[in-house]
């Protein structure tokens, strides 16, 4: 399975950005999928997740109430729509794949993983 991230760039703050992440394969609406991010210097660290069904959600406090996670299980395909953009915001972000039906903050809980989209938030 192939991940294919897209939607990254460059934005002022406080501006808005969606990313979207699709699968090579419609072999992932049972699995949960997820989005992280690693910023130049920093560890990879959970931004936000999704169960396989789209009904259950979960967030890293610090882009709660900013953004937010869907998915398209007809189109195996999973969104990040990132609001009030903050320079701390800007980094790589990768979605992933899920082993299993939701998305986990553990990033070793996901088996495959996108080759990333950069997002810059210019201060």
């Not at 979207?20 to 992932?28: A, F, Q």
């Not at 990879?44 to 069904?53: D, L, P, T």
Request: proline fraction near 2%; charge should be positive.
């Amino acid at each position: 399975v192939q991940l294919q991230a897209s939607g990254g760039g460059l934005v002022p703050t406080g501006g808005s950005l969606s990313l979207s992440c699709r699968s090579s394969r419609r072999t992932s609406s049972n699995n949960g999928m997820g989005w992280f991010r690693q910023a130049p210097g920093k560890e990879r660290e959970f931004v936000a997740g999704i169960s396989w069904r789209g009904g259950s959600t979960n967030y890293a406090d610090s882009v709660k109430g900013r953004f937010t996670i869907s998915r398209d299980n007809a189109g195996d395909t999973v969104y990040l729509q990132m609001n009030n953009l903050k320079p701390e915001d800007t980094a790589v972000y990768y979605c992933a794949q899920n082993r299993n039906s939701y998305g986990s903050s553990d990033s070793s809980t996901y088996r495959y993983w996108g080759q990333g989209t950069q997002v810059t938030v210019s201060s």
